[in-house]
């Protein structure tokens, strides 16, 4: 095979890296990154890093199926703002469940504007837990970052003041819960300190020195941070549910997909998205969470809407993992550029 021959394959092939080393940006829970990217000579294969799942707060792997669905997201985005068309099968393979997904790249097509402007907005993207202002969210943010999740394949319900209240009495069952399971707290400890793997994990700098006032108990991570709590509360806070029709794999996997969506539709519009996955934690609270449902759905994470305080800059963005360490090029190496190419 000639290099004339093969140059287009390394140019999609490098396109494919670069595609998973973005997606690296997506939000997950505790910052575990529990994915892994396998570069194809067509496409990206996505699977689950058990080793990164924690095992004593998601033990059935919700939440780390739906980090993963949001590493999807942040990928599809990548590859439509590059001028890339493409195909996704999601959980293609019933004898390998880890595999949650692959996409193949089915050509050129005309570079996505919207993909481009989320794209921005995945470097800026952070977790701010501080009160938020007085600011009310407008009705028309809420619309456009509801609609946004509605796309993906989930969906996003706009919880009432009474529902607030329930949610926050939820919250504080969910917290005890956590507080008297020795497990749940060992495992905080090691991804909020420096134990965890190198990129991974909540850093202090990002976690309030002190409880802020908020409505809804925030998560107590077992250890203070470092970031300091002004005054202030969440009253003008919005909160909303993300759930769906059913409690399997591909639900958990395409919330994440809406929540990426969400969450990156909130930032360009200069909104505040703190999700709040520890009364998703707990079975029983999870099922207080349905009733708001009448039943007809499925929980996966709680959202806390906001206007960021304008008195404080916003916290440093989380730590990521290297990208040879959670992209794998073996399978197309020899059609990769060399270095400084």
């Not at 005309?110 to 938020?132: I, K, Y």
Request: charged share 20%; proline share 9%.
């Amino acid at each position: 095979m000639t290099d004339e021959t093969r140059q287009p394959d390394r140019a999609l092939t490098t396109a494919l890296a670069q595609v998973a080393a973005v997606a690296g940006r997506a939000p997950s829970v505790h910052n575990t990154q529990p994915w892994c990217w396998r570069v194809l000579p067509d496409g990206l294969e996505l699977l689950a890093v058990r080793d990164r799942q924690l095992a004593a707060i998601d033990f059935d792997g919700r939440l780390m199926t739906l980090s993963c669905g949001a590493a999807l997201h942040h990928a599809r985005l990548e590859l439509a703002a590059e001028g890339w068309a493409m195909r996704v099968d999601r959980l293609p393979d019933p004898a390998h469940p880890d595999l949650l997904a692959r996409i193949v790249a089915n050509g050129r097509a005309p570079a996505s504007r919207e993909a481009m402007r989320l794209v921005q907005c995945m470097q800026v993207r952070h977790t701010d837990r501080r009160p938020v202002s007085d600011e009310p969210v407008s009705d028309e943010s809420v619309k456009a970052i509801v609609q946004a999740g509605h796309a993906e394949g989930a969906r996003l319900q706009i919880l009432s003041a009474d529902q607030v209240m329930g949610l926050a009495a939820a919250a504080s069952r969910a917290e005890a819960v956590a507080a008297a399971d020795p497990q749940i707290r060992e495992e905080l400890r090691y991804w909020t300190g420096r134990a965890g793997p190198a990129g991974t994990g909540v850093p202090p700098e990002v976690l309030p020195e002190q409880p802020p006032q908020a409505t809804v108990p925030a998560r107590d991570f077992a250890r203070p941070g470092t970031l300091p709590v002004g005054p202030g509360h969440d009253r003008a806070a919005v909160y909303a549910l993300l759930f769906g029709d059913e409690d399997e794999p591909e639900s958990w996997l395409r919330a994440g997909e809406a929540l990426s969506a969400a969450w990156l539709t909130a930032t360009r519009l200069g909104v505040s998205v703190v999700p709040l996955s520890g009364v998703i934690e707990t079975v029983g609270t999870r099922q207080t969470l349905r009733q708001m449902l009448a039943g007809l759905g499925y929980p996966y994470l709680v959202l806390r809407l906001g206007i960021a305080g304008p008195a404080h800059a916003g916290p440093p963005h989380t730590p990521r993992m290297p990208a040879e360490q959670v992209v794998d090029t073996s399978a197309v190496r020899g059609a990769q550029p060399s270095r400084g190419a």
